[in-house]
Every structure is written in C-alpha cells, then in structure tokens.
C-alpha cells in the first residue's frame, strides 16, 4: 500500500558524481504475451541498451535507442540523462509488462520503471512508463518514438531540470531549480530533525532520509501525480509504503519550496520532524492506523522539543473550542483530506496532535509508543484502535473520546 502524508504549512509555526554503481540492468518479458515473441525481445533489447546507457551515463548509446526522425525526443532525453548526472544510482532496470501492436512496425510498450538511489533504497522505486517505439525498415531494430507517464503516475524529478545533490550527515537532498545553499539549509535542518525522531521513536529505523525539493508546487504536484491546487498550503509530503520492512524502498520527503520557504527557522524543523516521523514509524503504520494517529503522532514528536503552548500549536482548534464549538468526535480520515477547507484540515491535525499529547500526558510517552504499535500490528481498521485502547490504556474508544474533549476544554477553552 502506498500512502503520503503530509504537513500543512503555518500550524502554530506560521511563522558527487554518478559513483559506486551497482552495473545492474535487465528486462523482463511481458507478463500476458500479447505481443509476438520477436517483437518483446526487440523491445527488450532496445530497454536493456538504454539501462545500461543510464548506469554508466553514456549519452551516445543512451541515444543509440532514441528513434533518430524523433529530434524534440531526442532533445529531452540528452537533457534528461545530463539532469540525472549527480545523482547517486545503485540499479536502473526495466520491466515490460504490456506490449500492444499499433499497426505495422509500431507498438505501445508499457514498462515499468525501477530504479534504487544508493544508499537510501534497501529496493528498488518503481515508475510506470508508457513508450512508443517503431521498428525501422532498413535495420531491423526498434527505436523509441514516445516516453509518457502512465495515467495514474507521476513525474521524475530529473524530468523538470538539472538535479543538484547535497549530503548532510543524515539525509540525501535532491533539488531542482533550487540554489545549492537553499539546499544545504535543508540538508541541515534535517540533520537536526533525524536525531529528534530518533529520540522519540526508540524502534529501529534508517536513521537517515531522502529529500526531494522541486523548483515549484506545480512540480510537486508533478511528482505526485495530483493537481496542484492540493498543496499550495503543504509544506512537505512523505511518500511512502505502509507496513514496510528492511527491503522497503526509502520513503521520498517532498518539499513543497514556496510553503516551506514561508515558514521560520523553528517552523521549518517541526515540519521535517513530523515528515520524517512518518519515515521512522513506517513499518509500524498499516492500514489498521487511522489518519489521526499517524498524523498526530507525527506532530507530537515534532512539537515535543518546542517551546510552544498548546494554543500557540492549535490556534484553529483552539478558536473553535473558545466559541463553543468544541468536537464532538476524533478527527476522520476524510477530515485530513488535502483539497478540503483548510479550517477544517487544521483542527484535524492538532486534534490528532492533542490525542497523543493526551495519551503521553495521561499514561505516559512508553504506552503512547505501545498503542501505535498496537494499532498498526492489527489486521484491518475494525477493531484496531478499540482493542489497543482496551489492551494498552485500558479505556474505551467512548471513554478516550470524552476525556479528549475534557483535555481540550481544558487547554484551549
């Protein structure tokens, strides 16, 4: 399962070369067998030419499987492999999945993608692809003629510009359109935020984070293959696959550039904390975890370093309880919804916030670390939170509802 998480901005903070390859590329054959057999080992070995050209940054043989009557293609695929010069690869294959006759000597391939950055990805990161390829007459040989996004994916990042690449002590920062100290300050603040997670989160975990920042939030609604209009007030995103182990690919911190640079020094931290929270916790966080948990986990280690009052980190919420309007329920997954109304987001994130400062405040930070545990090891969402709630706080699911709204009245009234 695939999940992203984000943090919006403002919250109560309103304020190296390509080296060490791993020389790894291979294709697999299609998995229906739709095409003749000639033609998937054509596709193959076009595929198996250009991951191999990608891995050891050869422009001319990279090219070499670029249909050569395709000059704009050609264009964009010389600047996507000189985009893609920094940046540290540990595997480059593809996979064909689907190939489909368009006529004589033409296809549509359908190819996915999968690729490791070294050092972060324990497997590889997998991006579908959809390619046009013809087979030209003279030499046999089949040439790509198109390179598409398939209709639910996303972008690469070295498809919008040059990637510059920073290391920090405890994280890889990947940056397009962004200036190199713009960069490194990131790169910092994330060498603060690692630490803090580890010092709340004791299970093991990477101890280390990859973070994207593209030139703009239209380029990192881009990357996540959603409108921009869901994240010009997100800071940052964390992408990522619920539930996974040591083999998992590394979670991608996505940096929303104008959001973020809005935000102060401290600002700035409690949001990377949170994200990389959700990096550390990932293992522990199933589809069993509800929205407010996960969420409010992550803001509660993020804020548990701050100096800030409780209104000072809720001031929505906060509002809302001084004019009597004090909520009824915990906060729904539906109420974290990234294009609702932004009010709405906000009480929804500091009312998962107030549930663990609750949990840490009443029955201490060890049984706050037992109930996510709790929660995310079940095996669906029925049940998960009342049998934790039972096993771990020994309350209820009505009992907790209650005394959270007693702890908000008192904090915020």
Same mark, same amino acid.
């Given at each position: 399962m695939?999940?992203?998480?984000?943090?919006?901005?403002?919250?109560?903070?309103a304020g190296a070369l390509l080296a060490g390859l791993l020389l790894a590329s291979a294709c697999a054959a299609p998995d229906d067998g739709s095409a003749p057999d000639s033609t998937a080992r054509g596709v193959r070995a076009v595929?198996?030419?250009? /991951?191999?050209?990608?891995?050891?940054?050869?422009?001319? @043989?990279?090219?070499?499987? *670029?249909?050569?009557?395709? !000059?704009?293609?050609?264009?964009?695929?010389?600047?996507?492999?000189?985009?893609l010069a920094d940046v540290p690869l540990a595997s480059w294959t593809y996979q064909l999945t689907d190939v489909r006759e368009q006529g004589t000597d033409r296809v549509t391939a359908d190819v996915r993608l999968r690729y490791r950055i070294a050092g972060y990805d324990a497997a590889p990161v997998s991006a579908d692809r959809v390619l046009d390829l013809r087979r030209d007459g003279a030499d046999g040989r089949w040439y790509i003629a198109g390179d598409r996004a398939a209709a639910d994916g996303g972008g690469l990042l070295w498809q919008q510009g040059d990637v510059r690449v920073v290391r920090g002590r405890h994280?890889?920062?990947?940056?397009?359109?962004?200036?190199?100290?713009?960069?490194r300050r990131i790169a910092r603040t994330a060498d603060?935020?690692?630490? /803090?997670?580890?010092?709340?989160?004791?299970?093991?975990? @990477?101890?280390?984070?990859? *973070?994207?920042?593209?030139? !703009?939030?239209?380029?990192?609604?881009?990357?996540?293959?959603?409108?921009?209009?869901?994240?010009?007030?997100?800071?940052?995103?964390t992408t990522g696959r619920t539930g996974g182990g040591d083999r998992a690919p590394a979670d991608r911190v996505i940096v929303n550039p104008q959001a973020y640079g809005m935000l102060s020094t401290p600002g700035q931290r409690i949001v990377l904390t949170h994200e990389f929270t959700h990096?550390?916790?990932?293992?522990?966080?199933?589809?069993?975890?509800?929205?407010?948990?996960?969420?409010?986990?992550?803001?509660?280690?993020?804020?548990?370093?701050?100096?800030?009052?409780?209104?000072?980190?809720a001031p929505e919420l906060a509002a809302a309880v001084r004019r009597g309007d004090l909520p009824a329920e915990l906060p729904t997954d539906q109420d974290f919804g990234f294009a609702g109304d932004s009010a709405r987001l906000a009480q929804a994130y500091e009312g998962g916030w107030l549930a663990c400062e609750l949990i840490a405040?009443?029955?201490?930070?060890?049984?706050?670390?037992?109930?996510?545990?709790?929660?995310?090891?079940?095996?669906?969402?029925?049940?998960?939170v009342q049998q934790a709630m039972q096993g771990v706080l020994a309350t209820t699911p009505q009992g907790f509802t209650a005394q959270w709204r007693e702890f908000l009245r008192s904090l915020l009234g």
């Amino acid at each position: 399962m695939t999940d992203r998480r984000g943090r919006i901005a403002g919250r109560g903070t309103a304020g190296a070369l390509l080296a060490g390859l791993l020389l790894a590329s291979a294709c697999a054959a299609p998995d229906d067998g739709s095409a003749p057999d000639s033609t998937a080992r054509g596709v193959r070995a076009v595929l198996d030419r250009r /991951a191999a050209a990608v891995l050891h940054h050869d422009p001319d @043989a990279y090219l070499s499987a *670029v249909d050569p009557r395709a !000059t704009g293609l050609r264009t964009a695929q010389r600047r996507e492999l000189d985009n893609l010069a920094d940046v540290p690869l540990a595997s480059w294959t593809y996979q064909l999945t689907d190939v489909r006759e368009q006529g004589t000597d033409r296809v549509t391939a359908d190819v996915r993608l999968r690729y490791r950055i070294a050092g972060y990805d324990a497997a590889p990161v997998s991006a579908d692809r959809v390619l046009d390829l013809r087979r030209d007459g003279a030499d046999g040989r089949w040439y790509i003629a198109g390179d598409r996004a398939a209709a639910d994916g996303g972008g690469l990042l070295w498809q919008q510009g040059d990637v510059r690449v920073v290391r920090g002590r405890h994280s890889l920062v990947l940056g397009v359109g962004r200036t190199q100290e713009e960069l490194r300050r990131i790169a910092r603040t994330a060498d603060r935020a690692v630490p /803090a997670v580890s010092g709340a989160w004791p299970r093991q975990w @990477a101890g280390r984070v990859l *973070v994207l920042v593209p030139h !703009t939030v239209e380029d990192m609604a881009g990357l996540l293959g959603a409108p921009a209009a869901n994240y010009r007030g997100i800071a940052a995103v964390t992408t990522g696959r619920t539930g996974g182990g040591d083999r998992a690919p590394a979670d991608r911190v996505i940096v929303n550039p104008q959001a973020y640079g809005m935000l102060s020094t401290p600002g700035q931290r409690i949001v990377l904390t949170h994200e990389f929270t959700h990096v550390a916790t990932r293992a522990d966080t199933s589809a069993a975890t509800p929205t407010w948990l996960s969420e409010g986990f992550a803001d509660w280690v993020a804020y548990r370093a701050e100096r800030r009052t409780a209104v000072q980190a809720a001031p929505e919420l906060a509002a809302a309880v001084r004019r009597g309007d004090l909520p009824a329920e915990l906060p729904t997954d539906q109420d974290f919804g990234f294009a609702g109304d932004s009010a709405r987001l906000a009480q929804a994130y500091e009312g998962g916030w107030l549930a663990c400062e609750l949990i840490a405040d009443h029955w201490g930070e060890k049984k706050l670390l037992a109930f996510y545990r709790a929660v995310g090891g079940h095996s669906g969402r029925d049940g998960a939170v009342q049998q934790a709630m039972q096993g771990v706080l020994a309350t209820t699911p009505q009992g907790f509802t209650a005394q959270w709204r007693e702890f908000l009245r008192s904090l915020l009234g």
